[in-house]
């Protein structure tokens, strides 16, 4: 009895290790994805290393709930492995110790890391997600243009298409828009611009896009009519409290 004690101790000690290493393997792997978007944060939205850092450290419970089973499973299987080739099996089994009484710590530890990960699956995820959602709705408030691509049609706003071919982030412009608003019932306006500008109101979720020398080819889905308006100056104002869609940060941290 006092054998099994001992070895019982011993193993899980020794996949310890391996399950530790294996964790921040794993994560290393998993943020090399994000690398490029992390660098462009820092880089081009002057976004600092702290609020990085907090992003990241939201979105680790969805890593976690795939990186966690497969580094028990690892663990257990590079420390019998270890265990063999030092031939610690053999003496073990010539102490009288059959190989069925080396799992009772792998069942422990096996069921360590399934109560883990559905902590992190029941508690962890949505507790982060949510907020991950208000940080996200944050930065966007304070700088919108992260939200916006170059030459993507990015439909982060709640009938309304926004495609952007360059922004120029020194000056703060927008260079040949292209706008899709369906907000209007029976209504979809076209916005056409070679340039604009994007602002916020202070401490509101509220931005206004401000266009120069476009126009506006609008189509009435119900009488079957259209026209189309030449500006010199157009605001659109979009609600990113009510009107952005959230991202889904279940899918590979926001991913599509």
């Not at 090399?32 to 680790?60: A, G, P, R």
């Not at 308006?229 to 979009?238: A, N, Q, R, V």
């Amino acid at each position: 009895m006092k054998l099994n004690s001992i070895v019982n101790r011993y193993v899980l000690k020794e996949m310890l290790a391996p399950f530790s290493i294996n964790v921040l393997v794993f994560t290393f792997l998993f943020l090399m994805t994000e690398l490029i978007k992390i660098t462009n944060w820092i880089v081009n939205y002057n976004l600092s290393i702290l609020s990085v850092l907090t992003l990241i450290f939201f979105t680790m419970p969805w890593f976690l709930m795939f990186i966690i089973p497969m580094s028990v499973m690892l663990a257990v299987v590079l420390t019998f492995l270890g265990m063999s080739a030092d031939n610690e099996i053999v003496a073990l089994k010539s102490c009288g110790l059959s190989v069925y009484g080396l799992l009772p710590p792998v069942l422990i530890f096996s069921f360590a890391g399934f109560l883990l990960t559905l902590f992190m699956t029941l508690y962890g995820l949505p507790k982060s997600k949510a907020t991950l959602e208000d940080m996200v709705l944050e930065m966007a408030a304070s700088n919108v243009a992260i939200g916006l691509k170059e030459r993507t049609f990015n439909d982060a706003f709640k009938d309304v298409m926004l495609y952007i071919n360059e922004i120029d982030l020194n000056q703060k412009k927008l260079i040949d828009i292209f706008i899709e608003d369906k907000r209007q019932r029976n209504m979809i306006s076209t916005v056409v611009a070679p340039e604009g500008r994007l602002f916020s109101e202070p401490g509101k979720y509220i931005f206004h896009l401000v266009l120069s020398n476009g126009t506006i080819h609008q189509t009435n889905l119900k009488d079957h009519s259209a026209n189309s308006i030449h500006f010199d100056t157009y605001k659109l104002s979009l609600d990113l409290k009510k009107s952005w869609k959230r991202p889904k940060i279940e899918k590979k941290a926001g991913r599509k």
